[in-house]
T-cell receptor, first 109, second 116 residues
Framework: KNEVEQSPQNLTAQEGEFITINCSYS?????LHWLQQHPGGGIVSLFM???GKKKHGRLIATINIQEKHSSLHITASHPRDSAVYIC???????????FGAGTRLTVKP | DTGVSQDPRHKITKRGQNVTFRCDPI?????LYWYRQTLGQGPEFLTY????????KSRLLSDRFSAERPKGSFSTLEIQRTEQGDSAMYLC??????????????FGEGSRLTVL
């Protein structure tokens, strides 16, 4: 069982829809990262958070430390949001990070 | 600073050949990570450096793999006697580490290896 579980694996939405991607992890962490990977492209860090909520433009990330769960929300989704979204967790005195398998989002016009 | 750069972006090689990838991190970052990503999967940790010291290696990293960061700046990842199973995207990332928590990760574009 992966230490970091994401759901859904694949998500197709119509432009303008509100998107939610979920991430659950199994042990205590120091920080959780949400990453975006476009096809054939590199990975871009969207958020790093250890508590509460962060917002950047149309993207919102929340984390519940007690429940070991985080969500990434995209408001007013757009076709350019189509990408793979990856959740990754880091530990105190971070050695390796653990990554989820990613959620492939396709937003149709 | 233009971010994390990796070279080459693509490498096609025959089984049994050696390949080397280079990563130039963001200059002020003291941590450098290597990851491997296969199709449809999230990245898997291979190894990381703090400055020039290699602090951890994954069990995924067989003895055919070696990584160096000789001066605490750029890093190389060498794969000897490549096998078809080594075909993957090799990603490099850097970050600042201060105290207990690693900062935001910055990734390179990756080096895609195809072993024929």
């Amino acid at each position: 069982k992966n230490e970091v579980e994401q759901s859904p694996q694949n998500l197709t939405a119509q432009e303008g829809e509100f998107i939610t991607i979920n991430c659950s992890y199994s042990v205590g962490i120091s920080a959780l990262h949400w990453l975006q990977q476009h096809p054939g492209g590199g990975i871009v860090s969207l958020f790093m958070l250890s508590s509460g909520k962060k917002k950047h433009g149309r993207l919102i990330a929340t984390i519940n430390i007690q429940e070991k769960h985080s969500s990434l929300h995209i408001t007013a989704s757009h076709p350019r949001d189509s990408a793979v979204y990856i959740c990754a967790v880091g530990y105190y005195n971070n050695n390796d990070m653990r990554f989820g398998a990613g959620t492939r989002l396709t937003v149709k016009p | 600073d233009t971010g994390v750069s990796q070279d080459p972006r693509h490498k096609i090689t025959k089984r049994g050949q050696n390949v080397t990838f280079r990563c130039d991190p963001i200059s002020e970052h003291n941590r450098l990570y290597w990851y491997r990503q296969t199709l449809g999967q999230g990245p898997e940790f291979l190894t990381y450096f703090q400055n020039e010291a290699q602090l951890e290696k994954s069990r995924l990293l067989s003895d055919r793999f070696s990584a160096e960061r000789p001066k605490g700046s750029f890093s190389t990842l060498e794969i000897q006697r490549t096998e078809q199973g080594d075909s993957a995207m090799y990603l490099c990332a850097s970050s600042s580490f201060g105290g207990r928590v690693t900062g935001e990760l910055f990734f390179g574009e990756g080096s895609r290896l195809t072993v024929l």
